[in-house]
């Protein structure tokens, strides 16, 4: 089944602890998205990436840092500095140009012990 | 600001009767706008836009730049239409602008 694959399902975050989401396509496509879903608040832009090793800063970027050594991959990572990371983490991708419409993962739902 | 809004949180009607979900949007530009819907247990996955002027299951929109609208609209709503659904405006670079969401819930 093609698409993008999220892993893990389900992540637990201690307290001052580093937690990696990650994000893969097999789509072929050359941007890919990550946003952060709460309820009542819809999706919200945390960072994304246009092409390989470039990366941009979302809405909701403190606290989060990203990756793109590879076209496929697009790596989340939650730092300690986030104060507020219990949500719902969705990765999407699309191909370049002209407004094309987003395909999305299954999502992650971090939580903190 | 760019910003979508969708002012109900939850719309409940019957089997066969219309339904409408309004998004109204705030852009200095020309918009691009997409509703996008999750059913239960599946992923958020693309439902029209509003560009391609295509009718998907039932589900018609129409852009009005007057009242800064984009309407989702079905005239006869199915139980399995009930899901959550977004309304999203395209803010340059592929980057896409979410309403809050509305849930339908369409009861027999």
């Known amino acids: 089944d093609g698409g993008i694959t999220q892993s893990p399902k389900y992540l637990f975050r201690k307290e001052g602890q580093n937690v990696t989401l990650s994000c893969e396509q097999n789509l072929n496509h050359d941007a890919m998205y990550w946003y952060r879903q709460d309820p009542g608040q819809g999706l919200r832009l945390i960072y994304y990436s246009q092409i390989v090793n470039d990366f941009q800063k979302g809405d909701i970027a403190e606290g989060y840092s990203v990756s793109r050594e590879k076209k496929e991959s697009f790596p989340l990572t939650v730092t300690s500095a986030q104060k507020n990371p219990t949500a719902f983490y969705l990765c999407?991708?699309?191909?370049?140009?002209?407004?094309?419409?987003?395909?999305f993962g299954d999502g992650t739902r971090l939580s903190i012990l | 600001a760019q910003r979508v809004t969708q002012p109900e949180k939850l719309l409940s009607v019957f089997k066969g009767a219309p339904v409408e979900l309004k998004c109204n949007y705030s852009?200095?530009?020309?918009?691009?706008l997409f509703w996008y819907v999750q059913y239960s247990r599946q992923r958020l996955q693309l439902l029209l836009r509003?560009?391609s002027r295509e009718s998907i299951k039932g589900f018609t929109a129409d852009l009005n730049k007057g009242e800064t609208s984009f309407h989702l609209k079905k005239p006869f709503a199915q139980e399995e239409d009930s899901a959550m659904y977004y309304c999203a405006l395209s803010g340059g670079y592929n980057k896409l602008i979410f309403g809050a969401g509305t849930r339908l819930a369409v009861h027999p």
């Open positions: 509003h560009i």
């Open positions: 852009y200095s530009g020309s918009p691009e």
């Open positions: 999407a991708s699309t191909e370049w140009g002209g407004n094309q419409p987003q395909h």
